[in-house]
C-alpha cells in the first residue's frame, strides 16, 4: 500500500478534513488562551496574540458549525488537545514573547502545508469548504508574519524549539484525522 501524496482521495474524505481543521482550530485557540494566560497584558506582543485568537476563534467556529450541520464526529481526543495546547501555549510564553512568538510561526508553518494539501485533494468538489480553507490559509500566513516579525527566530534555541512544536502539530494532525 502506498503512502498518501495531495491529490490522493484521503480515507474519510471531507469529514475527516473537518473533523481535522476543527481540532486544529480548536488547539489554537487552547494554545493563545495558554500564552496570554502567563503573559496578560504586560507583554508588547499581548495585542498581537489577542487579534490572532480573535481569530483563531473565528475559524473554530466556522468549523464547530459546519461539525454540526454535516454531521461529523468531533475528534474524540479534545481534552487531551485542550490540554496540551494550552500547556504549549502557556510554556513557550513562560520561556518569554520569542518563545511564544516562535510556537506561533512553527505551528502556522504546519497548518499553511496542511491547508494546501487539503486544497489540492479537494479540488472544485466542495466550493464552500474550499474558500473557506482558503481565507484561512491566508489569515494563518498572515500570523506566521507576524510571529516572525516579532521575533519568534530570536527564541532561545530557535530551530529546536520550531522543530518539536512542528513534529507535534503533525502528529496532532495525522491522529486527529483518524480518532
Do not use: N
Not at 476563534?57 to 459546519?66: I, K, N, P, V
Not at 481534552?79 to 502556522?108: H, K, N, Q, Y
Not at 506566521?144 to 512542528?166: C, F, Q, T, V
Request: net charge negative; charged share 25%; hydrophobic share 45%.
Amino acid at each position: 500500500m502506498s503512502k498518501w501524496r495531495p491529490g490522493d482521495p484521503r480515507p474519510g474524505g471531507i469529514k475527516s478534513m473537518i473533523r481535522v481543521d476543527q481540532a486544529g482550530e480548536y488547539g489554537a485557540t487552547r494554545i493563545y488562551a495558554g500564552q496570554l494566560a502567563v503573559m496578560g497584558d504586560r507583554s508588547p506582543m499581548s495585542a498581537a496574540i489577542q487579534g490572532m485568537a480573535l481569530q483563531e476563534a473565528e475559524h473554530r467556529a466556522y468549523f464547530d458549525a459546519l461539525i454540526a450541520e454535516r454531521g461529523v464526529r468531533p475528534t474524540i481526543i479534545q481534552p487531551i488537545w485542550d490540554v496540551a495546547g494550552f500547556a504549549l501555549g502557556a510554556a513557550t510564553a513562560a520561556i518569554g514573547p520569542e518563545a511564544a512568538m516562535a510556537c506561533t510561526a512553527a505551528v502556522e508553518t504546519e497548518i499553511d502545508k496542511h491547508y494546501e494539501d487539503q486544497l489540492i485533494e479537494l479540488g472544485d468538489d466542495d466550493p464552500e469548504l474550499g474558500a473557506a480553507i482558503r481565507k484561512f490559509q491566508a489569515e494563518e500566513l498572515e500570523h506566521k508574519e507576524a510571529a516572525l516579525a516579532h521575533g519568534a527566530e530570536r527564541a532561545p534555541a530557535y530551530p529546536l524549539l520550531s522543530a518539536a512544536i512542528r513534529a507535534g502539530c503533525r502528529i496532532a494532525i495525522e491522529v486527529s484525522k483518524r480518532i
